[in-house]
């Protein structure tokens, strides 16, 4: 007797699925929620806003949602991206704004629409910092372009076979603008996000701040725009 394949419960469903991308803000207290726990905080919303929404075909049907650029914790952004799925063709207004009515605290949809770029298309991010330390700002700001003018700045970076290699990181680097006021120094800058190799801006300050022994008083971070190889933005 042939042996009986195991087939998934909806293997016969194939529901219409609309697509749909929103751009959302983290800001505030919600630039503390980890990415786990901002994966349950937006299906939950998604359940509250009732919208109908696409599950997975498989033996353990879930709602589809991915985020094709992770934000590190601690991060603000304006620019974050979350693609699912719906069942029916709703209007975009309308599920923005279902949706916004159930969002936490410090988080706040901007946009609904298509998806039109692959995740697989980011190339870069751009960054705003705003960095207290313990020099003054015009000396923070000297130190700084001290430190873009070096021809190599390495660090160690971890592989997956658990050796650690030196990376020089300072071709990565794209300052924009950098200036200065009497109690911070912002920084603009563009770090390869996405694909082989991702740079976080964490790790460029603390990289600054370690070759100077400088001591951050302040830092704030946000992510201001996710880009494609052509500097086109990603949503």
């Known amino acids: 007797m042939a042996?009986?394949?195991?087939?998934?419960?909806?293997?016969?469903?194939?529901?219409d699925r609309y697509d749909r991308r929103i751009v959302y803000e983290k800001c505030g207290r919600?630039?503390?929620?980890?990415?786990?726990?901002?994966?349950?905080?937006?299906?939950?919303a998604i359940k509250r806003a009732k919208l109908p929404i696409w599950y997975t075909q498989g033996f353990n049907p879930h709602i589809y949602i991915m985020f094709p650029l992770t934000l590190s914790?601690?991060?603000?952004?304006k620019v974050e991206v979350m693609d699912f799925a719906l069942l029916e063709d709703m209007?975009?207004?309308?599920?923005?704004?279902?949706?916004?009515?159930?969002?936490?605290?410090?988080?706040?949809?901007?946009?609904?629409?298509?998806?039109?770029?692959?995740h697989t298309e980011i190339t870069h991010a751009e960054y705003k910092i705003k960095l207290a330390a313990d020099r003054l700002?015009?000396?923070c700001e000297a130190l700084f372009k001290d430190f873009l003018s070096k021809d190599k700045i390495e660090i160690e970076k971890r592989t997956k076979k658990k050796t650690v290699n030196l990376v020089d990181i300072r071709p990565?680097?794209?300052?924009?603008?950098?200036?200065?006021?009497?109690?911070?120094?912002?920084?603009?800058?563009?770090?390869?996000a996405g694909g082989s190799f991702n740079l976080n801006a964490n790790v460029v300050?603390?990289?600054?701040?370690?070759?100077?022994?400088?001591?951050?008083?302040?830092?704030?971070?946000?992510?201001?725009?996710?880009l494609l190889a052509d500097g086109e933005d990603f949503c």
């Open 137 to 139: 700002p015009a000396e």
């Open 73 to 77: 914790l601690g991060f603000e952004s």
């Open 91 to 118: 209007p975009f207004d309308e599920v923005a704004k279902a949706l916004d009515a159930q969002m936490p605290e410090g988080m706040k949809i901007v946009s609904c629409g298509l998806p039109i770029h692959s």
């Open 30 to 44: 919600a630039k503390y929620i980890s990415h786990l726990d901002l994966m349950r905080a937006m299906q939950r």
């Open 172 to 192: 990565s680097i794209n300052v924009t603008e950098l200036k200065c006021d009497d109690k911070y120094l912002y920084i603009t800058v563009v770090l390869p």
């Open 205 to 226: 300050i603390e990289t600054f701040l370690g070759m100077y022994e400088l001591t951050a008083d302040e830092l704030c971070i946000e992510r201001t725009k996710i």
């Open 3 to 15: 042996e009986k394949r195991l087939q998934p419960k909806n293997v016969d469903l194939r529901p």
